[in-house]
């Protein structure tokens, strides 16, 4: 499956675009009501198109280049594409840009041999022709969740950004989440709890704390732990054990991860969920994670994921929250199925778990893949990642060649409601985010 290309938009004059919505706006059941208008600043993320295109490189020279260009670009209102050609140029000379670009992601007139200026006019107007599906996907949502009067605005003297106008929503937080949502499906192959025990957990906790204490200057440690190993010295096992109660204390992951269900019950062998993790300790074991990656102690093709969710444990608290934790498959950064197959989505109650769900409908291609996906899988477990998160997990239990799939596990039915409208045809192309916001009696251009 191809990957999307860096796209960017050119100095339009400024157009908007309205949607009608046939809800009241003093229905109880509409979020927003109020004379006030709401005005949020969107910024599309143009880099993000930029990194896709060169495979997500960790080429120096293009990391400085990408860097300096968004730092540039807060202080200009040019587009991003403008400012990252100057950057290139200033940083990478007369280097063709195109030898960063998989030639199986080449379009139109671009080979091999092209110039710089043939390939950034040729992203410009791939831009140009892609900016009415990022408008039509936003219009889409805010219809679907009976905003009224809305005006979606394209904005000239900082053409990477839209503006939002609408009347004063009562419901902030679920309007930014309508609004910020990419809404990137995907399902990945997920490692099992058989494949990363707890053993490996606890070697995994003493080695990030030999690494800790190599570079910390302000822990007694033994000077000669930093450079022990069990082949290299015979007393390697006495200093390390002079040091647990301080490894125990600097890198307590063992404290962190929780390996059971409610009381002793195990995580079975094979679950897809990795560890159980609080909600208080999901960055310290993040930033775990992330020290282990940079030190090769995981292997590369892991990437953690989290639960959309948290839950509470049985016979816990409720506010005992937990988060799940697991381990997918890179797969050379390329997902199993993603949302360019979803024809439609729409929320369904789920009967077994009692929750909501979204039912996906595929496209002929989709069905076929996901046919072939679920019969080559059959007990093994699939993560449904929605933006980079788990929403479901199932295990296979047989092939599905109806083109369908239920993403459950919604809290309740508008955030599946919510979501629905935003996989698929909903999806952005790009990630867009929110950069600044104003109420004002009338909408301010």
């Not at 840009?97 to 107007?125: C, M, W």
């Not at 408008?135 to 219809?143: D, G, N, P």
């Not at 990363?196 to 190599?214: M, N, P, R, W």
């Not at 788990?390 to 799939?405: D, L, M, T």
């Amino acid at each position: 499956m191809k990957r999307s290309r860096l796209l960017i938009l050119t100095p339009l004059l400024l157009l908007a675009f309205h949607i009608n919505c046939s809800s009241d706006t003093k229905s109880p059941s509409n979020p927003c009501e109020g004379q006030k208008k709401v005005n949020l600043q969107l910024e599309i993320g143009t880099d993000y198109f930029i990194r896709n295109l060169t495979g997500n490189r960790t080429d120096e020279t293009l990391g400085k280049i990408l860097y300096e260009t968004r730092m540039r670009l807060r202080y200009s209102n040019e587009d991003y594409l403008n400012i990252f050609e100057k950057t290139y140029h200033e940083y990478a000379g007369n280097k063709p840009f195109i030898v960063y670009i998989d030639p199986e992601d080449l379009s139109g007139d671009l080979t091999p041999g092209s110039s710089n200026q043939e390939v950034f006019t040729a992203l410009r107007k791939e831009w140009q022709e892609l900016m009415p599906s990022i408008i039509t996907s936003l219009e889409m949502r805010l219809k679907n969740s009976r905003l009224t009067l809305c005006e979606v605005l394209q904005l000239n003297e900082s053409p990477d950004r839209l503006q939002v106008s609408l009347p004063a929503c009562r419901d902030h937080d679920r309007l930014r989440r309508i609004i910020q949502f990419q809404g990137k499906l995907e399902f990945r192959s997920l490692y099992t709890s058989k494949d990363f025990d707890q053993t490996f957990f606890q070697e995994l906790d003493q080695a990030l704390a030999l690494i800790e204490q190599k570079r910390s200057s302000e822990e007694n440690y033994s000077d000669d732990l930093d450079e022990a190993s069990p082949e290299a010295d015979p007393l390697y096992d006495d200093l390390l054990a002079e040091n647990t109660e301080i490894i125990e204390k600097s890198f307590p992951l063992k404290r962190i991860l929780k390996f059971t269900y409610s009381g002793n019950d195990q995580l079975p062998a094979g679950d897809p969920v990795i560890a159980k993790v609080h909600v208080r300790d999901t960055f310290s074991v993040n930033d775990y994670l992330k020290l282990a990656r940079e030190h090769q102690l995981l292997p590369e093709d892991v990437q953690p994921l989290w639960a959309a969710f948290a839950t509470a444990s049985l016979g816990e608290e409720a506010h005992d929250q937990y988060f799940n934790l697991y381990f997918a498959s890179r797969g050379n950064e390329v997902p199993l199925l993603d949302g360019g197959v979803v024809i439609e989505a729409k929320p369904q109650a789920d009967q077994k778990t009692s929750s909501w769900g979204i039912l996906v409908r595929l496209n002929p291609e989709g069905t076929e893949s996901w046919k072939q996906l679920t019969s080559s899988n059959i007990d093994k477990s699939i993560a449904m990642t929605i933006d980079g998160q788990v929403y479901s997990a199932p295990r296979i239990q047989a092939e599905i060649s109806n083109g369908q799939c239920l993403i459950s596990g919604f809290p309740d039915m508008e955030k599946a409601t919510d979501l629905s409208g935003m996989i698929g045809p909903g999806s952005y192309p790009v990630p867009i985010s929110i950069i600044a916001e104003f109420l004002s009696d009338e909408p301010q251009y």
